[in-house]
């Protein structure tokens, strides 16, 4: 058939088609029209923010700001597509500051809506007002000249059934809304924010001078009391905020909230980085929640890689994974702790994780008001240096004793859990978890210098098993020998245990081998060398620990404590577990109701 006789397939859309397609990119659901007002808002430089909502944000969503306003020559302009006040050239893609740039969002909520907006800048005697309905509309009229901008968003998908069929329940359109304005506030504390809902006050933000004051308004206090603070500086990069004590951690991911130059974000690299920098602290299952501002040079990052700017691109993701592994790791060391025991910094160990992160970099600690110093602290710089812990199972001989005047143990209960003063604090712990985590701790110094000595077995141990775990575990023999553990295989469908790391002592090898089959069983899956590692450590960790069920003298209950608080008092052993419960004189005073007596 001749070209010419065909029929013409491809057609030019209409305007208003186009439109509808482009909110269907920006204009979600309620929720991203009140991100994409408050963005302009902030933009505006509106240091008083109210949002009022009907229905899920279906019926009327209204932002009224106290910024700059909108002069009557701009408004018409300000919705019409790709138009902005932000950027002149594409060059200014590379350096963007604003939180809108894309010049979408205002078009697009108008094409699928009924829109009113009423403005005036500080210098306008007159305000004005514009009315559009599904983006057309009449003539700008004028109106109170009180500065800022009000928009009034109704209808909300009017024109577009489909779209609005697909809506949630009211409750849940607002829940959407209630979190954007929660993350405005976390991004802005000096902006007060105002949220109502069908004229009831939901949520307000009244102005704050610091982040931890705006997370304390979001999240209230009972979240504050089971975060610690993380501070890192890199190369241009830094990092704030806070984040959960392991402790607490547990399934729920919320809140999971990361800002980069105050925009709420989602970011792959981020949260890999927070994932491996709690490593062994965090229990199998539990995950992090925190609330971390991460800035960085405008010219090192990519906004412009989502059609919402929900997420973006870092120009250099290898610095920025380690300055937040190595953040989050600092705030988890010992030092870092709300309540150290009057620790100086100096006296507690410093791994070669936390030195730097290169050599421009400097990680900041906040202020120790310490009072009592551990004296006589022993080096534990290498695994073989400083006290080595001497249990071997379940023998008699006694836990090494070492000078520590700052802890007085006081006992044991249930053969279980040692009760001591440890400085200023009336202390409960766990001797197995307490004692896994030093020996962990311990081994994975080890491994980082990549000398972790074997203390040759008298007589190896053989392990039966089947021949795919004894094909697995002579697999991956080379790697284990550099973790001190000593494997050799022993007939067709069997092993022999012949070495275990210095200080390990005697363990149960069959038990010790079947937990370390579950471990390689995930190695191929893990992300990096150092998540590999880590369950084999602590599994060797969890086998050399004194066990719970153990009678020890008052020395050996001394050394115990004495080897975790050198080790920086982790809170948790390094399969997640707490090791020990803690009150301070404050605390006991309280309880006894001794708070205020002369």
């Not at 829109?115 to 005036?120: K, L, Q, R, Y």
């Not at 534990?380 to 006694?398: R, Y």
């Amino acid at each position: 058939m001749p070209a010419a006789s065909c029929s013409a397939k491809i057609h030019i859309l209409p305007g208003d088609v186009v439109s509808r397609i482009a909110a269907g990119e920006v204009v979600e659901r309620p929720a991203a029209v009140v991100k994409e007002l408050l963005d302009n808002s902030l933009d505006a430089g509106g240091l008083h923010i109210t949002i009022d909502v009907k229905d899920g944000g279906t019926t009327l969503i209204r932002v009224t700001d106290d910024g700059e306003g909108i002069s009557r020559a701009d408004l018409p302009l300000a919705f019409e597509r790709h138009a902005t006040s932000k950027l002149r050239s594409d060059r200014d893609l590379a350096s963007v500051i604003t939180m809108g740039f894309r010049g979408e969002a205002l078009p697009s909520i108008a094409s699928v809506s009924h829109v009113s907006v009423t403005t005036a800048t500080r210098l306008d005697m007159m305000g004005s007002q514009l009315t559009l309905i599904a983006g057309a509309g009449g003539s700008i009229v004028d109106a109170p000249a009180a500065p800022g901008t009000r928009i009034d968003v109704s209808n909300l998908f009017f024109n577009q059934p489909a779209r609005k069929k697909f809506l949630k329940s009211a409750t849940t359109e607002f829940s959407h809304i209630s979190h954007v304005v929660q993350l405005a506030g976390l991004a802005w504390p000096s902006v007060h924010f105002r949220l109502t809902h069908n004229s009831q006050e939901i949520l307000n933000y009244p102005a704050v001078t610091t982040d931890r004051d705006r997370i304390l308004q979001v999240y209230r206090q009972t979240f504050l009391d089971r975060t610690i603070e993380m501070r890192g500086r890199a190369g241009g990069l830094s990092i704030r905020g806070v984040m959960i004590d392991p402790v607490h951690a547990r399934s729920s991911r919320t809140p999971q909230e990361l800002f980069v130059n105050r925009r709420p974000v989602r970011n792959a690299t981020v949260f890999h980085a927070v994932m491996d920098g709690y490593g062994s602290f965090l229990a199998k299952g539990h995950h992090p929640t925190f609330v971390l501002f991460l800035d960085i040079e405008p010219d090192r990052l990519d906004v412009n890689v989502h059609p919402t700017k929900k997420e973006v691109r870092f120009a250099d993701t290898e610095a920025l994974h380690l300055l937040v592994r190595q953040s989050v790791r600092h705030a988890l060391d010992g030092s870092e702790r709300k309540v150290v025991l009057g620790l100086t910094q100096e006296g507690l160990p410093q791994t070669a994780s936390l030195v730097a992160v290169h050599q421009e970099a400097s990680i900041a600690a906040p202020k120790n008001d310490s009072k009592i110093g551990i004296k006589d602290a022993v080096s534990l710089s290498g695994i073989v240096e400083g006290h080595q812990l001497a249990f071997a199972h379940e023998a008699a001989e006694t836990y090494r004793r070492a000078e520590q005047p700052d802890i007085l143990p006081l006992g044991q209960i249930l053969r279980t859990y040692l009760v001591a003063q440890v400085g200023d604090e009336l202390q409960v712990i766990d001797q197995h978890t307490a004692h896994e985590r030093v020996l962990f701790q311990r081994l994975w110094r080890g491994w980082q210098s990549r000398d972790i000595p074997s203390q040759p077995l008298l007589i190896p141990e053989p392990i039966e098993l089947s021949a795919a775990q004894t094909a697995l575990v002579l697999k991956r023999r080379d790697d284990l020998e550099k973790l001190g553990l000593l494997i050799e295989p022993f007939g067709a469908t069997a092993v022999a245990i012949r070495g275990v790391p210095v200080g390990l002592g005697k363990v149960d090898a069959a038990v010790l081998v079947q937990d370390l089959l579950d471990d390689l069983t995930e190695w191929e899956s893990a992300s990096s060398l150092e998540l590999r590692v880590q369950p084999i450590l602590a599994s060797l960790a969890c086998h050399g620990a004194v066990r719970a069920g153990r009678a020890l003298a008052l020395p050996e209950i001394q050394q115990v404590i004495h080897d975790w608080v050198q080790e920086g008092l982790i809170m948790t052993c390094p399969h997640g577990r707490r090791t020990a419960f803690r009150l301070s004189t404050d605390e006991l005073a309280k309880l006894f109701g001794r708070v205020g007596w002369s």
